[in-house]
């Protein structure tokens, strides 16, 4: 009964807060809504040397919602899209340091949203058939070859510093037991560690899809990715390994 209790005593989930904080320390884990989640957003961009406009802020916030990992990896795949692609192709933005409202139209859709890291997933399961069927969804939604390119890339490039940590055995443990010395020699841009800081369940996932690959296995990849790098920018050059 609520006989004897104090009209001030806290109920509810105040009242199991205010017995944990007698104890030790109550943290909010809930995701910022609304003003709070556009503002990170903006912090998320900054972090990656890019403005992004306040409106194109809501708009990413409106189609991902309040999932943090989601948003972090929407910001880098338009940060890559920008830095990648022909400056004639970024027609959208008054300068390639900006993330405008039609940039986020272009590269992020609801329908789609999933896709492209279904599409790299797949490739690095070797999922052929997966692969083909995401890769045929994105380009009847987005036909943006060079942001696929960029996504695959970004894939790889984990893919090959998590090989070699897990040959090192520090994939599984938390990247603050990684030493200096094997942390110093991860390349300093596109690196794997801050990823697995802030989305430690990636570790598992990496440590499955690198366990499939060779070291010749992604020299092969990264030079089929760059001559398709080179072929969308329409420098054509010979590629010893186009049918192997």
């Known amino acids: 009964s609520g006989e004897g209790r104090s009209a001030k005593e806290p109920k509810g989930k105040a009242s ?23 503002a990170w957003v903006v912090s998320e961009a900054k972090l990656k040397g890019l403005r992004i406009e306040p409106v194109a802020a809501g708009l990413l916030c409106e189609f991902i919602g309040p999932d943090l990992g989601r948003l972090a990896m929407e910001v880098e795949k338009i940060a890559l899209y920008l830095s990648d692609a022909p400056s004639s192709t ?10 405008t409202k039609a940039l986020v139209q ?20 070797k999922k052929v058939a997966v692969a083909i069927h995401a890769l045929d969804e994105l380009m009847s939604e987005t036909d943006n070859a060079h942001m696929i390119l960029a996504m695959l890339i970004r894939q790889f490039r984990l893919l090959i510093q ?30 794997i560690l801050p990823i697995l800081k802030n989305q430690s ?24 990715l760059l001559h398709a790098d080179l072929s969308l920018k329409g420098i054509q050059t010979h590629n010893p390994h186009a049918t192997s």
């Open 162 to 191: 998590a090989k070699w940590l897990l040959e090192q055995g520090y994939l599984r443990g938390a990247p603050s037991t990684i030493p200096q010395e094997v942390a110093s020699r991860l390349p300093k841009t596109h690196n």
């Open 16 to 38: 199991l807060e205010a017995k944990i904080a007698d104890q030790g320390m109550v943290v909010d884990c809930n995701a910022p809504m609304k003003d709070a989640l556009r």
């Open 90 to 99: 970024v027609n959208a933005a008054p300068a390639a340091s900006t993330i």
């Open 106 to 125: 272009k590269l992020v859709q609801r329908t789609a949203e999933e896709t492209v890291f279904k599409l790299t997933d797949a490739v690095a399961e």
């Open 201 to 224: 369940w990636i570790a598992t996932k990496l440590a499955q899809q690198a366990k499939a690959f060779s070291q010749p296995d992604l020299a092969r990849a990264f030079n089929r």
